[in-house]
Nanobody, 126 residues
Framework: QVQLIESGGGLEPAGGSLKLSCAAS????????IGWFRQSPGKDREFVAS????????QYGNSVRDRVTVSRDVAKNSVNLHISNLKPDDTGVYSC???????????????????WGQGIQVTVSS
């Protein structure tokens, strides 16, 4: 059974950049759809990015697509999320998630993902 752990969050200034990592145990991330979501207080969970299994096909949320890149680090069995030009609205809890084995393609729908990390706080100061 795959387990996911996020790292790299914290307090960052507006205009800066940030790298979040999602490390997996129990299965190779390259064999799984991996997605990133975020949730801010009082707001619904928002899709940020996803990367398809065995592929570099990616999908990005509309509010972040010009500032975000998702990529795999095969050697570390992890998926990274780079966010540039941080804005205070980027503040929230970021969670990575994995789709079920065999899932084809990318997805922005949270119900496509069956395993979730515990989430990590990102705070962007103005």
């Amino acid at each position: 059974q795959v387990q996911l752990i996020e790292s790299g969050g914290g307090l960052e200034p507006a205009g800066g950049s940030l790298k979040l990592s999602c490390a997996a145990s129990g299965r190779a991330t390259s064999s799984l759809l991996i997605g990133w979501f975020r949730q801010s207080p009082g707001k619904d969970r928002e899709f940020v990015a996803s990367i398809a299994r065995n592929s570099n096909n990616t999908q990005y949320g509309n509010s972040v697509r010009d500032r975000v890149t998702v990529s795999r680090d095969v050697a570390k069995n992890s998926v990274n999320l780079h966010i540039s030009n941080l804005k205070p609205d980027d503040t929230g809890v970021y969670s990575c998630a994995a789709g079920p084995p065999g899932f084809v393609g990318t997805s922005s729908w949270s119900k496509s993902f069956t395993t979730w990390g515990q989430g990590i706080q990102v705070t962007v100061s103005s």
